[in-house]
């Protein structure tokens, strides 16, 4: 039904449906589960007994009895996901339509082990010799290894545990085997003896049933056939964008990153569903390949995506940017964004001080700084900075933070700075930002000095502030917003009792504590980088 339709006179209409597919690559797509669509239960934290293919087969994969994973909203890049624990599993009602015998076949998915225990994320064929296939967890949970129920092909390294990765596999038509990881080649070989023979199949474990995967499963993707490399990336690119993993520069692991895949798509782009809008652009930004993340939407005759809010997986990823205030996931999110509208970042890595590439007035600035690459419009940006792991930019308001966005990345001339929304928790947030394309952007300070003097401030130990503990002191924080740090010697105090009124801090017990002081007190006054 359709709800308060105005036509005119002569109008003509008709009735249709919008297919999406992952990456928008419909053809021998044959099975589909993501946790965000096609379950019995999007409840946190409750059992799921259903979970309906998106494909137009619509299978329903079920489970029953003790072996019910669970609902998650605390899922991969404020995505769901269904968790199993090594018990559990779910089984796929009709494998009819998976690839069979040694006709080709590709395999997307994306999981998270949560411990070192093997297991399958996904099964389809008959247990006995080279009538299966899978992939598997093995060895300690590190080895990927896709099998095809004897002769498989391992892959070392390829999962840790916590960390969630995006796994393809495909068979092509000179029955040779591959294993893909983040969307680079780490292994293939030949298995000229896989005979796929449908028999049953699962979710979360292997063929016997047992072996059962422990972790988050958040997407399994199956086609019956060998998809182009630029297929691969369009599916990859839909899963990196929603999941917050950032794709290869080197997809055929040849170790020369860049080379064509086709037409002027190479390796290191980001590709819509279309096959031919670049999104991420590598050879423009090849130094900043680092932490990718973005939002975007691709809902309609695409991948059915809509992601409003992303922050990289890496461990070393502390940019998150929404459409609103972050939420609980992407799910409770209540905005959208313009259809085909993508905004995606990618730092360069840096690691060394970055000082000197301020305009005057700044005091100091992340290491790393961020380029953007924007397709369509997302305006009113949020952005929030996560310095929990930070020691080496120092402030304690919202006022002290600033966001510079430059044209060409020099910041010391043409940054504009947008002072910080708010900050608590160790999280910075700016709101309603509008980038353009292309722009580079960092996070810097305007801190005060000891007189005003601010520049090549290495250290500065104030009593009055950055003291935790009094009787004894256990830790005097570094006012500047230099990475020199310091630690105590001694049991030195607090004291009232100090200089015209201000507090000082006194070692009753231990003279070299004093010396400390001293030494501290000729460094603050004397050095220069």
């Known amino acids: ?16 449906s919008s297919a999406n597919a992952p990456g928008g690559v419909t053809t021998n797509l044959q099975y589909w589960i993501k946790a965000d669509a096609g379950t019995n239960t999007t409840s946190d934290d409750t059992p799921v007994t259903s979970w309906t293919d998106q494909s137009s087969n619509g299978v329903t994969t079920t489970s029953s009895g003790g072996v019910i994973p669970d609902y998650e909203h605390s899922g991969i890049n404020h995505n769901r996901v269904v968790q199993f624990d090594d018990t559990e599993y779910m089984t796929i009602g009709d494998v009819s339509y998976l690839p069979s015998g040694d006709e080709t076949r590709t395999y997307f998915s994306i999981a998270r082990p949560t411990g070192t225990a093997t297991g399958s994320i996904w099964s389809h064929g008959n247990s006995s010799g080279n009538e299966g296939q899978g992939m598997h967890i093995s060895s300690g949970g590190t080895t990927g290894n896709y099998y095809g129920w004897s002769n498989d092909l391992t892959s070392t390294g390829f999962f840790s545990s916590n960390v969630p990765v995006m796994a393809t596999n495909y068979y092509n038509s000179s029955e040779v085997a591959h294993v893909v990881k983040n969307g680079e080649l780490t292994a293939s070989a030949s298995k000229t003896a896989w005979n796929t023979n449908n028999v049953k199949g699962y979710i979360g474990s292997n063929l016997n049933p047992s072996d059962y995967f422990l972790g988050d499963i958040a997407e399994v993707i199956m086609y019956d056939t060998e998809l182009s490399a630029l ?7 839909y899963l990196a964008l929603k999941y917050g993993i950032s794709l290869t520069s080197d997809n055929d692991g040849d170790a020369s990153a860049g080379e064509t895949i086709s037409g002027s798509v190479t390796e290191g782009d980001y590709v819509a569903s279309d096959g031919s809008t670049i999104i991420w652009d590598y050879s423009a930004y090849t130094g900043y390949h680092y932490d990718i993340s973005g939002i975007g939407r691709d809902e309609t005759n695409g991948s059915g995506l809509n992601q409003k809010q992303s922050t990289s997986i890496n461990t070393d990823a502390i940019v998150t940017m929404s459409t609103e205030a972050v939420a609980a996931d992407n799910s409770s999110n209540g905005t959208s964004l313009t259809e085909d509208a993508y905004l995606l970042w990618g730092n360069n890595n840096a690691s060394t001080s970055a000082g000197d590439d301020l305009p005057s007035g700044y005091t ?26 930070d020691d080496y930019l120092w402030g304690d308001a919202a006022a002290d933070f600033y966001l510079l966005v430059d044209a060409d990345g020099d910041f010391t001339s043409g940054a504009s700075a947008t002072v910080a929304s708010s900050f608590g928790s160790d999280k910075v947030t700016f709101n309603d930002i509008d980038f ?10 305007q801190q005060p000095g000891p007189g005003g003097v601010s520049s090549n401030l290495n250290l500065w130990l104030k009593a009055d502030a950055g003291i935790t503990g009094s009787a004894p002191i256990t830790a005097w924080s570094n006012q ?20 015209n009124y201000n507090d000082v801090a006194v070692s009753y017990t231990h003279l070299r504590a004093r010396e400390t002081l001293r030494y501290l007190v000729c460094r603050l006054l004397l050095e220069k980088k």
């Open 1 to 16: 039904t359709f709800d308060d339709i105005d036509f005119t006179d002569g109008q003509y209409f008709t009735l249709a």
């Open 231 to 237: 297929e691969r990336l369009q599916v990859e690119t």
């Open 364 to 389: 100091g600035r992340l290491q790393k700084e961020w380029v953007v690459e924007m397709t369509g419009t997302v305006a009113d940006v949020h952005i929030e900075f996560d310095l929990t792991n």
């Open 436 to 445: 353009t394309d292309g722009q580079y952007f960092t996070l810097a300070t």
């Open 480 to 499: 500047s917003s230099n990475t020199v740090s310091n630690t105590v010697s001694g049991d030195p105090a607090l004291t009232t009792a100090g200089l």
